[in-house]
């Protein structure tokens, strides 16, 4: 790698951490630059997994406010990130790279849809819980948002581009919660899977160490720095960013 792909490695590390905290697919931004620097596909893949920990683990320090009385909550969707995300990466090593390609544009702009539509569909929820005598959705979401959350950390595990705008779409639409408060659940979660796909790929797969460093320096200032940018953003501004980069990905994962 020479002095300017190393420099190119660490600016899209720091453009990863910054996107992934306030939205997320900063995958999108690291991995294709990965890729020109001449590594194999899996290894950036996993090398990319890898680097980005710090960078998750940086936003959710960031985020740390609006962590506060989310404990239990955290606690019961890192179980479902944790199992996810072991099968997902489980599946990297085993299945061909074709097989989410057709999937996972759809599934991201489903999460669009339900991000656009999610204060609508929450008002609407409430009003019929009213009309049946119930009182706000589940707490922590039911078994639906388990569900949901497992099998969007299984993609996480395997790829992960766009991760965040699922989460936030699931977690919008299942819980009676801000939005801010929200991508700071995500930030954790993502930091579970990114964390746990690595360890696993440890055992497995072949890094580059070199690239692994660069990203983790470039995403754990880009963590703070999206922290810094994501909690001042107004709830409709937010909703507007997370469409844009969800739109940029499904474009890119389509022409790629």
């Not at 299945?95 to 008002?123: E, K, T, W």
């Not at 005598?133 to 993609?155: I, K």
Request: charged share 10%.
């Amino acid at each position: 790698m020479t002095i300017w792909e190393a420099l190119a490695v660490c600016a899209a590390g720091v453009g990863a951490g910054t996107i992934n905290t306030i939205v997320g697919s900063g995958t999108l931004i690291t991995f294709p630059v990965l890729l020109a620097t001449g590594l194999p596909p899996v290894t950036a893949n996993v090398s990319n997994s890898l680097g980005l920990v710090p960078g998750s683990i940086s936003g959710a320090i960031g985020y740390r406010r609006e962590l506060r009385g989310q404990r239990q909550r955290v606690l019961r969707l890192a179980a479902a990130a944790f199992l996810g995300a072991l099968t997902g990466a489980a599946l990297l090593v085993t299945l061909p790279s074709s097989a989410f390609d057709m999937i996972v544009p759809a599934l991201i702009a489903v999460a669009l849809v339900l991000v656009v539509l999610q204060p609508r569909l929450a008002r609407a929820v409430q009003r019929r819980r009213e009309r049946n005598g119930t009182d706000g959705r589940p707490r922590h979401g039911g078994p639906a948002l388990q569900t949901g959350m497992t099998l969007a950390s299984v993609y996480g595990g395997y790829f992960g581009a766009a991760q965040g705008v699922i989460y936030l779409a699931l977690m919008g639409l299942l819980l009676d919660e801000d939005i801010q408060r929200l991508n700071a659940v995500k930030n954790v979660l993502s930091a579970i899977v990114n964390g746990t796909a690595a360890v696993f790929f440890l055992f497995v797969a072949d890094f580059d160490w070199l690239a692994v460093i660069l990203i983790a320096v470039g995403s754990a200032a880009g963590g703070q720095l999206g922290a810094r940018i994501g909690r001042r953003l107004p709830p409709a501004v937010l909703r507007g960013v997370i469409v844009a980069v969800g739109l940029a990905a499904i474009l890119q994962l389509v022409l790629r």
